[in-house]
């Protein structure tokens, strides 16, 4: 293991090394670009219901939970 001594590169775009303020990007711009690609995966998994199924069918063995 080499010491880590190249700045670290923004992690969005992966060509301009890390500004301190916005880290691990480069930029607002890149943190605000980051972030709408987060929201658009986060927004999908927090919209998917609950299994209705599944929670009738646990319904007789609540005493686990
Ligand atoms: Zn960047």
């Given amino acids: 293991m ?3 001594q190249e700045a670290r590169l923004c ?3 992966r060509k301009h090394p ?3 303020k916005w880290r691990p990007f480069c930029s607002e711009r890149c943190k605000l ?3 709408a690609n987060w929201a658009d995966g986060t927004y999908r998994v927090a919209a998917e219901p ?3 199924a599944t929670v009738a069918e ?5 005493s686990e939970f």
């Fill in 2 to 4: 080499s010491p880590v």
């Fill in 11 to 13: 992690v969005y775009c």
């Fill in 58 to 62: 646990d319904n007789t063995d609540t």
């Fill in 18 to 20: 890390v500004e301190a």
């Fill in 50 to 52: 609950v299994h209705p």
């Fill in 33 to 35: 670009l980051d972030l």
